[in-house]
């Protein structure tokens, strides 16, 4: 059974031990968009890295696959989960700024160009649950040993094309993400990236959990809006892959993106597989916190699990009044610190339908 060696993570917040700190204490990304037209695309806020200029979708990745060479007695396979892709320069282009080569699109020419013990590479394009399945696929590699070791990673950029998006479908701006809450207005972008190392059960060097399974499900129920059915499969499949009860979960590390679709349905996933008892799992969720970090979000959210398996759980950023669906489940309203946390479960859902759930487990010493 596949172990995660090691994770390494980029947010609007930081790297991932200063997200997680930042979280823990409550911080929220969300700024006045910058570099993209604000009316243009009527989306006024999100949650980006700063820097000038903004970091592309490639350096984010490079900084978070680095790490991934140290200690590597040949090459390591890599695959990468994208919702967008590598789209700025094919924005840039299509307004007449500049040309562009399409193999900018696919990640695997700089990443070996940079990092070239990182290889073969595999970009996929999967929606919101991109790196959830890129690392599915890196377990599958690692449990049937086709690889004693591979990369599973994941990025996206803010980009005029998304954001233009979500500005189509909301009547009013969104100033920060709120999952789970009666008043949350709608879900914002942030940049991400991050790599995950998923080795053999006979690895030597250190070890951040093991990873039980990664269950999947791709209901094609409509082209944006959630199945709770369709997560409902992904959820049993991963505890069926990991030979593990629901009851054994501790804590979920939701989805949750504060839109009016998703929260009551992946609320009322939850209230299907675990009950609404009190004694059920703890719920928290990093979006309000990070904000939507699309074909990252799945390994984001991964490593705010890792980091819980320590007891410390971050409250959920913007949750003030649960909606009514949040009923007798038990929302993360306040930091805790000494929990117990033994086994995580991770939720990434998709356009489309595609689904991607992982469990995380502790290594006890």
């Keep these: 059974m596949a172990l995660l060696a090691q994770i390494v993570v980029r947010t609007c917040l930081g790297d991932g031990e200063s997200t997680f700190r930042r979280m823990m204490a409550g911080a ?49 396979p890599v695959v990468i989960g994208t919702g967008l892709r590598e789209v700025r320069p094919i924005e840039r282009w299509a307004v007449g700024e500049g040309a562009v080569d399409a193999g900018c699109l696919d990640f695997g020419k700089d990443v070996t160009a940079k990092l070239p013990d990182l290889w073969p ?4 394009s999967n929606a919101c649950s991109a790196s959830g399945h890129a690392l599915a696929i890196a377990q599958d590699m690692v449990d049937s040993g086709e690889a004693a070791a591979v990369v599973a990673a994941g990025v996206d950029v803010l980009a005029a094309s998304m954001l233009a998006m979500i500005g189509r479908v909301s009547q009013t701006r969104t100033a920060r993400v709120r999952p789970f809450d009666s008043d949350r207005t ?33 209901d094609a129920f409509h082209e944006t809006a959630p199945s709770e059915d369709g997560i409902v499969r992904a959820m049993r499949d991963a505890h069926r892959r990991g030979g593990r009860a629901a009851a054994d979960v501790d804590l979920i590390v939701a989805h949750g993106t504060g839109t009016a679709l998703n929260d009551p349905v992946e609320l009322g996933a939850i209230a299907e597989v675990f009950g609404t008892a009190d004694a059920g799992p703890l719920v928290t969720a990093g979006k309000g916190a990070v904000g939507h970090t699309s074909g990252a979000a799945a390994l984001v959210s991964l490593d705010l699990a890792a980091r819980t398996l320590t007891g410390d759980v971050p409250a959920i950023a913007g949750l003030v ?7 007798g489940t038990r929302l993360v309203r306040s930091p805790l610190r000494d929990a117990t946390v033994n086994l995580v479960q991770v939720n990434a859902f998709g356009f489309g339908g595609v689904n991607a759930v992982t469990l995380l487990e502790r290594i006890a010493s």
């Design 186 to 218: 709608g879900v914002l972008l942030g940049d991400g990236a991050a790599a995950a190392l998923v080795v053999a059960d006979d690895w030597t060097g250190p070890v951040v959990g093991r990873l039980l399974a990664t269950g999947l499900s791709c």
């Design 321 to 327: 009044r649960p909606i009514a669906e949040a009923t």
């Design 28 to 76: 929220v990304g969300a700024r006045p968009l910058d570099g993209i037209d604000a009316d243009l695309v009527n989306v006024g806020a999100g949650y980006q890295i700063t820097g000038t200029p903004a970091p592309s979708a490639t350096e984010l990745l490079l900084q978070c696959l680095a790490p991934m060479v140290e200690h590597s007695e040949g090459p390591r």
């Design 121 to 124: 590479v595999t970009t996929i």
